[in-house]
């Protein structure tokens, strides 16, 4: 609905301006300026709604793993299968905190389209203004989340820790002849870089979006021709 109302006054805006010929500079220069905040805001709404199904490929959370976890893919044949679950399990949760905090985040860029200039005719980008607005909030809302699902995360991660945990006595035990080796606890995800990495793949996703939309020329009367001026 709200995209609706942005196209329409946005072709609105771009008919009175080709309309405006005539009309004193004064005249010209308020169009010109309500035509661009049109179509930033449009540029907005388009931008989330290429969002609205959010994803991420969840072997990018491997960052996250402390190293007491990782070693133990040289040792568990079924390591691969086992962190991809975990990986899954964790990513789902950090995915559903950046959908229930979307439209939080849409409300600051439809505020910021206010000021189309520097997304217009500047080098700032709109995805890095709001990058720099919310990315914080967007990280603690994450990990918040996480916080708040721990004990399912944990469960699953008991799992894997178990099988580790058997490796581990294994070759302790080897010890006693002379060919022992030392394995740590594992240890689970780290939620803090967790949620900046999925901030970051958010925001990287909609900047791409935002390149898109910005660099796709349909016609001349189109509400984004402001970008191709």
Same mark, same amino acid.
């Given at each position: ?19 405006? @010929?005539? $009309? ?41 793993? =402390? ?15 086992? *962190? ?10 950090? +995915? *559903? ?12 860029? !439809? ?15 709109? @995805? ?5 607005? +919310? $990315? ?9 989340? !996480? ?17 580790? $945990? ?11 002849? $002379? ?7 594992? *240890? ?8 900046? +990495? +999925? ?6 996703? !909609? ?9 796709? =020329? ?12």
């Amino acid at each position: 609905m709200w995209r609706f109302l942005a196209l329409i006054i946005a072709v609105s805006l771009l008919t009175l301006s080709s309309c405006a @010929t005539g $009309g004193s500079g004064e005249e010209k220069e308020i169009i010109s300026v309500e035509r661009e905040r049109a179509a930033m805001e449009l540029l907005s709404l388009d931008m989330f709604s290429s969002l609205s199904s959010f994803s991420i490929d969840s072997k990018i959370l491997e960052e996250a793993l =402390p190293s007491s976890f990782s070693i133990y893919e040289e040792y568990v044949p079924s390591f691969d299968d086992l *962190e991809n679950k975990y990986l899954s399990d964790v990513a789902d949760a950090a +995915v *559903e905190a950046v959908k229930n905090y979307m439209p939080v985040i849409k409300e600051s860029a !439809l505020e910021l389209a206010k000021e189309p200039l520097d997304y217009i005719k500047g080098d700032t980008s709109l @995805t890095n203004a709001l990058r720099s607005k +919310v $990315g914080g909030e967007l990280s603690s809302v994450i990990y918040s989340t !996480l916080q708040d699902k721990s004990s399912d995360l944990e469960e699953s991660f008991l799992g894997m820790s178990k099988i580790f $945990g058997e490796i581990r006595k294994g070759y302790a035990s080897l010890e006693s002849v $002379g060919k022992g080796e030392y394995l740590p606890d594992a *240890e689970s995800i780290l939620f803090d870089i967790v949620s900046v +990495v +999925v901030s970051d793949e958010f925001f990287n996703q !909609l900047g791409r979006e935002e390149k898109i939309l910005k660099n796709t =020329p349909v016609s001349s009367d189109s509400p984004y021709s402001v970008f191709w001026e």
